[in-house]
């Protein structure tokens, strides 16, 4: 039987758990608390909102197909506002912005591999990269964690084979929420160029990173572009979730290739999102700021309520970005927890389970809690409901 590619891979793991809430009521005095998924529930502030109102009527092009690569302004804006952040040398041309960083990751693969070839990813891995590599016929190579929740490049460089096309690192972290350490990243800029393999780096959630300064030194160096491809998202800076731009910083060349596969799957960015990014790059400096503020301090409450927990066998894994991933005290699998706490805690989450390989046992007694919709006082009810637990 000849199997698709799609068949190749598992079902999307937040679309899986949602399924969970079908039948489910709630008690008035405990309504759901959904922290299964790192997406703002809110919709972008207002002045950014009537920006897009005010393209969408008055800029006939933001209707039409526009480049492929992505607006010329938001690109060099991005290629500014990054060369600022890491003291470093980005240019335009080095740019290009996506349908979400999702398809900047997709378009990284395509560049970069053919069935058979190998992508190492730290484990646990955000489902989705394992994903795409699944339906592109890379295998994923799992580079198990330290207890600390960070990758260790010594492993890594044990890994590495002919096959190998590149290291995949996510930070701030999902699932663990861990930011790495400059050095940390650094070693693995130097281990893949050891190799002529690529290093993908996705800083999603960048801006809700607790450090001050630039998180690591890479676009500090002159040759970053033959070594270093960079993912980041508009999504979640901007409330964007539903507009997709992401975008990828990599060598001119590479993004030669990059323009042949954005081409054929979507011609170009939607262009009101893209308009929407720019407007936010240039006007929200300091309400994305309060953001980050709102952020840590949500970090902080979990960091408070978490005695809570520990008396009763919890243990905090990893924290920061939109996360903190939790081991549970349960016998049970967390993929038997997570589906049970809807129905004991109302509480929707993830378990461990879905960011590990299959056969792998190290997700059985963890959880990720994606707590950015939550303030300080939904955060203590989630850490309370948690504590009353008993059983499951």
Not at 145 to 174: F, H, S, W, Y
Request: proline share 7%; hydrophobic share 45%.
């Amino acid at each position: 039987m000849i199997l698709s590619r799609t068949a190749a891979t598992f079902p999307p793991p937040v679309m899986e758990a949602r399924r969970w809430l079908d039948g489910v009521t709630h008690p008035a005095d405990r309504p759901l608390i959904n922290v299964s998924q790192a997406a703002p529930v809110d919709p972008p502030p207002q002045a950014l909102r009537q920006a897009m109102a005010d393209a969408a009527l008055r800029n006939d092009d933001a209707h039409l197909y526009g480049p492929v690569l992505g607006l010329p302004e938001l690109r060099a804006e991005l290629a500014r506002q990054t060369a600022s952040h890491y003291a470093g040398a980005v240019t335009a041309a080095q740019t290009c912005i996506t349908s979400g960083c999702n398809q900047a990751f997709a378009a990284a693969i395509a560049t970069l591999c053919t069935e058979g070839d190998e992508v190492i990813l730290p484990t646990p891995w955000y489902f989705n990269h394992k994903m795409w590599l699944d339906m592109s016929g890379v295998r994923s190579i799992a580079l198990p964690v330290r207890a600390d929740m960070l990758p260790d490049p010594e492993q890594a460089a044990a890994l590495i084979t002919g096959k190998t096309r590149a290291i995949a690192l996510v930070t701030p972290n999902n699932p663990t929420g861990v930011e790495y350490p400059s050095d940390l990243v650094q070693a693995f800029l130097d281990l893949a160029r050891k190799h002529g393999i690529a290093l993908i780096v996705d800083e999603t959630y960048r801006d809700f990173d607790s450090r001050s300064g630039p998180p690591h030194a890479l676009f500090q160096d002159p040759d970053w572009q033959d070594t270093l491809i960079h993912l980041y998202s508009f999504s979640k800076a901007y409330r964007l979730t539903g507009h997709r731009v992401g975008a990828m910083i990599a060598s001119e060349e590479r993004l030669a290739e990059v323009e042949k596969f954005l081409d054929t799957v979507a011609i170009c960015p939607g262009q009101l999102g893209q308009h929407a990014a720019l407007w936010g790059m240039r006007n929200l400096k300091q309400w994305l700021a309060g953001e980050r503020d709102e952020i840590l301090a949500r970090r902080a409450a979990i960091t408070e309520n978490l005695p809570k927990l520990t008396t009763k066998g919890w243990r905090l894994l990893g924290l920061g970005g939109y996360f903190a991933y939790m081991h549970h005290p349960f016998a049970k699998s967390s993929a038997q927890v997570a589906p049970a706490l809807v129905k004991s805690a109302s509480i929707l989450c993830l378990p461990g389970t879905m960011f590990y390989p299959a056969e792998a046992r190290d997700g059985d007694a963890q959880l990720r809690i994606a707590f950015a919709n939550l303030d300080a006082a939904g955060i203590a009810d989630l850490f309370d409901r948690l504590a009353a637990l008993e059983t499951l």
